[in-house]
T-cell receptor, first 112, second 112 residues
């Protein structure tokens, strides 16, 4: 039982490049979330999903897209990376509204 | 809109001393409240949560928190801090989308 895993752990991009972050959970959770963490800002919600095939925007969705084609996976895409997207990205999953969210170890992304 | 304020950015306590981390929230109805801990380079782990009922909730690792509606507060406490408690602590309130709205965090340092 791995919980929530994130791939990759680290990545460096140049401005304008694209990439996809993968989140996988093996707890059969319906809800999945993508957050970004910036120094002094706490965690802010980017996008979330309440089930397979559904996605919705969070607090800071601009510049990101997501997909939830399989229940266990939640992908976060950056189509044209910008330095402002340099951050640590966390994926989380939960079994329902306001239930405990289980977090992955994070992906540290640097955009030059 | 819901929001969470953690007034203390950084707190240093001596090992064995008591600890109180402050959290104030803004929410119209009865809030769902959480405390998470993040060790360096790690994801977040749930310490405790409050949904309803007894306003004093017990969590893992010897932590407890008290919900005070009149003060819009949910402060985290521990009677005796251990060096392993050094980490960053986040208070969160449940948002309208089932997500978590985090405070900016309080970094705890423990002096030997």
């Amino acid at each position: 039982n791995a919980g929530v895993t994130q791939t990759p752990k680290f990545r460096v991009l140049k401005t304008g490049q694209s990439m996809t972050l993968l989140c996988a959970q093996d707890m059969n959770h319906e809800y999945m979330y993508w957050y970004r963490q910036d120094p002094g800002m706490g965690l802010r919600l980017i996008h979330y999903s309440v089930g397979e095939g559904t996605t919705a925007k969070g607090e800071v969705p601009d510049g990101y897209n997501v997909s939830r084609l399989k229940k266990q996976n939640f992908l976060l895409g950056l189509e044209s990376a910008a330095p402002s997207q340099t951050s640590v990205y966390f994926c989380a999953s939960s079994s329902g509204y306001y239930n405990e969210q289980f977090f992955g170890p994070g992906t540290r992304l640097t955009v030059l | 809109a819901q929001s969470v304020t953690q007034p203390d950015i950084h707190i240093t306590v001596s090992e064995g001393a008591s600890l109180e981390l402050r959290c104030n929230y803004s929410y119209g109805a009865t809030p769902y409240l959480f405390w998470y801990v993040q060790s360096p380079g790690q994801g977040l782990q749930l310490l405790l949560k409050y949904f309803s009922g007894d306003t004093l909730v017990q969590g893992i690792k010897g932590f407890e928190a008290e919900f005070k509606r009149s003060q819009s507060s949910f402060n985290l406490r521990k009677p005796s801090v251990h060096w392993s408690d050094a980490a960053e602590y986040f208070c969160a309130v449940g948002g309208s989308q089932g997500n978590l709205i985090f405070g900016k965090g309080t970094k705890l340092s423990v002096k030997p």
